[in-house]
């Protein structure tokens, strides 16, 4: 039988291992910067209109824009302790396990396909001048000197997080959500809304609703918003950061490694 050594070789040959590689990195990152990531997304729900419109009427403007990162993470670590400085965490974790796998997954498969398209093509014009005495030091020699192009490869990146992204937005948005509903104030959200009557009545009792999880979180925002105004909302914007961002990263990393002569091929 196969020798486990040999199976993991095999497996290291597939764009299989750079979707668990890319979902371990991608968690880990999470958990180390975590903290940051939901600073940023309180600051900037703090600098909206609806946070600032909200308390414009009990707070001068000057003590709405005072917020800092260190004043943030503070608060949090002595109202709610450490768990408070990872609230949402569990769909961050779910979302990035899918997404930086898929990304990995889908810029290497890619970059094989191409890399064998060319091969083919390069073995078939071998053998119109050799009977093929040598085919595996050829083939070898060939896989070598393929050279994928850099904008084959930015387009290959930006084929990974379109993918990436459309699967785990969804997630991404209930995360953004249990970052801040602590933090709404229904004013604003009566603002923001022009709702009034029996339908601000409605919306309050929808603000009121805390998401508890993940699963809780899609099927709320589903069940309230439905699937193009509530869990894909703001896609298209995000296409606009994320497929270019991470082309130009794919892009930088494999030309990097090519440079420090690091195999790239698969």
């Known amino acids: 039988g196969t020798s486990m050594p040999e199976s993991f070789r095999v497996l290291g040959k597939t764009p299989a291992v750079d979707f668990i590689a890319g979902s371990m990195a991608g968690a880990t990152a999470v958990a180390a ?13 703090k600098t909206s209109g609806i946070e ?53 997954f889908v810029y290497q498969y890619l970059k094989g396909l191409y890399i064998k398209s060319n091969q083919n093509n390069q073995n078939n014009n ?13 083939q070898q020699q060939q896989h070598s000197d393929v050279v994928v192009g850099t904008p084959v490869k930015l387009v290959f ?9 459309t699967i785990t937005y969804p997630l991404d948005v209930v995360r953004r959500r249990m970052q801040v509903q ?18 601000t009545k409605s919306t309050q009792s929808r603000s009121r609703v805390m998401i508890r999880n993940s699963w809780h979180g ?8 439905g699937l193009r105004k509530g869990l894909y909302a703001g ?30 091929s698969i």
């Open 235 to 264: 896609l298209s914007l995000n296409y606009l950061k994320v497929v270019p961002s991470t082309a130009i990263g794919f892009a930088v990393y494999d030309t990097a490694k090519e440079y420090l002569k690091h195999k790239t």
């Open 33 to 45: 910067t975590y903290p940051l990531d939901l600073v940023r997304t309180r600051l900037a729900w």
């Open 126 to 138: 071998s053998r119109n001048l050799d009977d093929g005495d040598d085919d595996e030091q050829q």
């Open 157 to 165: 990146g930006a084929c990974a997080g379109l993918v990436a992204q």
């Open 182 to 199: 602590d933090m709404v104030t229904y004013t604003g959200a009566e603002m923001a809304s022009g709702s009034s009557g029996s339908e």
């Open 52 to 104: 600032a419109g909200a308390k414009s009427a009990t707070q001068p403007q000057s003590q709405v824009q005072r917020s800092t990162m260190a004043g943030i993470l503070g608060s949090l670590a002595r109202r709610e302790g450490i768990p408070g400085l990872y609230k949402g965490v569990g769909p961050t974790l779910l979302g990035i396990f899918p997404y930086a796998g898929l990304k990995f």
């Open 218 to 225: 899609l099927k709320m925002i589903y069940k309230t918003m």
